[in-house]
């Protein structure tokens, strides 16, 4: 049984989103950010970077694993799926992992920062992260012209991305012109493990859509980019 630490965001959703498509058995346990829980003792014992996700398999010795990408590698290899195994395989899976793990995460999180966050509105750190943004979900539309999927078959990769590029406008970033990246965002949107995935720990409002409610989420996370 693997205990899960997560909250309602994209690097949390990529290892729920994992744990439903292998369809590992798993405990949910919420971290309230805004509460700066991923700072206590107890929960850096479990990840010593002080933040969200984590897991705990307590089928290895309670053996705790942090940092998206190697939860999924972790899971993925439990589960003998969504990661091949011959060495070409899983070194493409790897590969455009990584791109999202140093990428696609890093530079829409500073947009999200800059765009949304931020005590002070500064143009160039926003351009700068939104045009990064754009750039790499060029890449990502680019591979995806070429390629059902972003490596060989269905795999932790298009999870990983996915979980943040589908946040797009939240960054600030346009994506509805780029047609191989929107055909590869709907059909994976409309896989039943994702749409249970994306409601770990709870489900989020629409931001778009709901003022109200992105008005509360900014709010929270201002506090804690300040924090
Ligand atoms: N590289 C880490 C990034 C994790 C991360 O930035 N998590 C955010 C939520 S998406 C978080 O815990 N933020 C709270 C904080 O920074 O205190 C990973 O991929 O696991």
Same mark, same amino acid.
């Given at each position: 049984?693997?205990?899960?630490?997560?909250?309602?965001?994209?690097?949390?959703?990529?290892?729920?989103?994992?744990?439903?498509?292998?369809?590992?058995?798993?405990?949910?346990?919420?971290?309230?950010?805004?509460?700066?829980?991923?700072?206590?003792?107890?929960?850096?014992?479990?990840?010593?970077?002080?933040?969200?996700?984590?897991?705990?398999?307590?089928?290895?010795?309670?053996?705790? =694993? @942090?940092?998206?990408?190697?939860?999924?590698?972790?899971? /993925?290899? !439990?589960?003998?799926?969504?990661?091949? *195994?011959? &060495?070409?395989?899983?070194?493409?899976?790897?590969?455009?992992?990584?791109?999202?793990?140093?990428?696609?995460?890093?530079?829409?999180?500073?947009?999200? =920062? @800059?765009?949304?966050?931020?005590?002070?509105?500064?143009? /160039?750190? !926003?351009?700068?992260?939104?045009?990064? *943004?754009? &750039?790499?979900?060029?890449?990502l539309d680019?591979r995806l012209g070429q390629s059902e999927w972003l490596?060989?078959?269905?795999?932790?990769?298009d999870?990983?991305?996915w979980?943040?590029v589908?946040?797009?406008?939240?960054?600030?970033?346009?994506a509805d012109d780029l047609v191989n990246l929107k055909r590869w965002r709907d059909a994976i949107r409309d896989?039943?493990?994702?749409?249970?995935?994306?409601?770990?720990?709870?489900?989020?409002?629409?931001?778009?859509?709901?003022?109200?409610?992105?008005?509360?989420?900014?709010?929270?996370?201002?506090?804690?980019?300040?924090?």
């Amino acid at each position: 049984m693997i205990d899960l630490y997560t909250a309602s965001t994209p690097n949390g959703w990529k290892a729920s989103v994992t744990l439903e498509e292998l369809a590992l058995p798993y405990t949910v346990h919420a971290v309230d950010l805004s509460k700066g829980e991923q700072k206590s003792e107890a929960y850096l014992a479990i990840n010593p970077n002080g933040r969200i996700p984590a897991i705990v398999d307590r089928a290895n010795g309670d053996f705790a =694993v @942090f940092e998206s990408g190697a939860i999924m590698i972790y899971l /993925a290899e !439990i589960a003998g799926q969504l990661l091949p *195994s011959d &060495r070409k395989g899983r070194s493409r899976v790897i590969q455009w992992l990584m791109f999202q793990m140093s990428g696609i995460g890093p530079m829409m999180g500073q947009a999200n =920062v @800059f765009y949304r966050y931020f005590p002070e509105k500064i143009p /160039a750190a !926003i351009s700068r992260y939104q045009n990064e *943004s754009r &750039r790499l979900f060029e890449v990502l539309d680019r591979r995806l012209g070429q390629s059902e999927w972003l490596a060989d078959d269905y795999s932790i990769a298009d999870i990983a991305n996915w979980c943040w590029v589908r946040t797009y406008k939240w960054s600030g970033v346009e994506a509805d012109d780029l047609v191989n990246l929107k055909r590869w965002r709907d059909a994976i949107r409309d896989r039943p493990a994702v749409q249970r995935g994306i409601e770990v720990p709870v489900r989020v409002a629409n931001l778009e859509q709901d003022p109200a409610a992105a008005q509360a989420f900014a709010e929270r996370a201002r506090n804690s980019v300040q924090r």
